[in-house]
């Protein structure tokens, strides 16, 4: 495990990520982990590149929210060689609630484009590359096109891609989506109660493959 560079920027973060508690994650949701854990344990044993690929249906909440914390928490655990990836079965906009969830929990976001489809940077360390977060579809010349693990995030991603190219492996690992609660009294605490539980198993997941 790693201390974040930058304490004055990413201190929050750190703290954040430092007090998520995995023994949260319950035995059901273990369940569901394991292959990917076990994927990127079979990668990183020959040190090859491990590529995750999170797909769900409009790549703009749950899809990008694993993506970047999986990014992170490979970073946090010192897992090499980790490239993350997200997409949809089509393409509209990152939901500006993600942005504000995560820039709350510690990240420092720029936006780099706006008009339609908003480009952000999404900013984890000093030292760090950005993550870029844009919506996409998941085989947009953005992303892997072989060798990666697909990652279904939402149920209906998963039934209407029944074969994703290029994918090694294919994991359904599926969240409620906090869209349900837009426009509600309850939006905030639902979004971050969902990039909370995403968190909190990335974390668990990265864990078990630092052992």
Same mark, same amino acid.
């Given at each position: ?114 008009? +339609?489809? *908003?480009?952000?940077?999404? #900013? /984890? ?5 950005? $993550?870029?977060?844009?919506? %996409? ?45 837009? +426009?509600? *009294?309850?939006?905030?605490? #639902? /979004? ?5 539980? $995403?968190?909190?198993?990335? %974390? ?8």
């Amino acid at each position: 495990m790693i201390q974040l560079e930058n304490k004055t920027s990413f201190n929050t973060l750190h703290n954040y990520i430092h007090a998520l508690n995995v023994l949260t994650v319950s035995d059901e949701r273990k369940k569901i982990l394991q292959p990917l854990i076990d994927y990127i344990i079979e990668k990183k044993s020959t040190q090859a590149a491990i590529r995750l690929n999170f797909i769900c249906t409009h790549n703009s909440r749950r899809s990008h929210l694993s993506q970047i914390w999986a990014q992170v928490m490979a970073f946090y655990y010192s897992i090499e060689k980790v490239s993350c990836y997200s997409g949809g079965t089509e393409a509209t906009a990152l939901f500006p609630k993600v942005a504000e969830t995560l820039k709350n929990c510690g990240f420092a976001i720029e936006t780099l484009a706006s008009e +339609n489809n *908003p480009v952000y940077s999404i #900013k /984890y360390d000093s030292n760090e590359h950005p $993550i870029i977060g844009f919506s %996409k579809t998941f085989d947009d010349n953005f992303n892997p096109h072989s060798e990666f693990a697909a990652l279904l995030t939402c149920s209906s991603a998963d039934i209407g891609c029944p074969f994703i190219a290029g994918a090694e492996k294919r994991i359904p690992v599926t969240y409620e989506d906090p869209k349900l609660f837009d +426009n509600t *009294p309850q939006q905030n605490e #639902k /979004y971050l109660e969902r990039s909370n539980q $995403i968190a909190t198993e990335m %974390k668990y997941v990265f864990e078990q493959v630092k052992k």
